[in-house]
């Protein structure tokens, strides 16, 4: 299985800065048919996850345009120009290309 | 608006069966494959099983491969997993999710909670 890798685990942040989280794939996550199928899903304390990001880099409908994700073959990153309160919780990177992997989880918290 | 409700989670001795539900509304649930993930306590997220939109192809990891069924009904719009021989490491939070292509998960219940223990 693809082992995705996330970091850092754990991201304190102060309000109105930025944040980023890296996720790294033990093998290309190219897919046969040019895709990549990388997704960032959010999980908020007691709540379902939600899908953030598809395909890398496409922003889901309803998703706050601080959110941004960005990479290639291996190595991928979500960013948050400016966090918000409501950003809190885990973060989730996963993979789609071959059998379905997730990271880890990064939780995100105000310092 | 995509709806998807989870049923059926509950407290079962090690080795007994269990039977999720997951009902959908909101969407042409007959043209999207269907997934299960699930989430141990305090664990992060783990791929359980996935099912075709006409059921044709079923796909599960290997640690429920033989234990677990999925199955859906397309003219009830649901989704079901039937868990047997169920194990302590099973315990967890089970969430049903739609999936409009290589488990690009862009939907997701509330989950429904399934405790493993004698």
């Known amino acids: 299985d693809v082992a995705m890798t996330q970091s850092p685990l754990s991201l304190p942040v102060t309000l109105g800065q930025p944040a980023s989280i890296s996720c790294r794939s033990s093998?290309?996550?190219?897919?046969?048919?040019?895709?990549?199928?990388l997704n960032w899903f959010q999980q908020r304390p007691g709540q379902s996850p939600r899908r953030l990001i598809y395909?890398?880099?496409n922003r889901d409908s309803g998703v706050p345009d601080r959110f941004s994700g960005s990479g290639s073959g291996t190595d991928f990153t979500l960013k948050i120009s400016r966090v918000e309160a409501e950003d809190v919780g885990i973060y989730y990177c996963?993979?789609?290309?071959?059998?379905?992997?997730f990271g880890q989880g990064t939780k995100v918290e105000i310092k | 608006d995509v709806q998807l409700v989870e049923s059926g989670g509950d407290l079962v001795q090690p080795g007994g069966s269990l039977r999720l539900s997951c009902a959908a509304s909101?969407?042409?649930?007959?043209?999207?494959?269907m997934s299960w993930v699930r989430q141990a306590p305090g664990k992060g997220l783990e791929f359980v099983a996935n099912?075709?939109?006409?059921?044709?192809?079923?796909n599960y990891v290997g640690s429920v491969k033989g234990r677990f069924t999925i199955s859906r009904d397309n003219a009830r719009n649901s989704v079901s997993l039937q868990m047997d021989s169920l194990r302590a490491e099973d315990t967890a939070v089970y969430y049903c999710?739609?999936?409009?292509?290589?488990?690009?998960?862009?939907?997701w219940g509330p989950g429904t909670l399934v405790t493993v223990s004698s």
């Open positions: 999710a739609r999936d409009p292509f290589f488990s690009s998960f862009d939907s």
């Open positions: 909101g969407f042409a649930f007959s043209t999207y494959w």
């Open positions: 099912i075709k939109d006409d059921g044709s192809v079923k």
């Open positions: 093998q290309s996550l190219v897919h046969s048919d040019g895709n990549t199928y």
């Open positions: 395909k890398v880099s």
């Open positions: 996963m993979q789609g290309s071959y059998w379905p992997t």
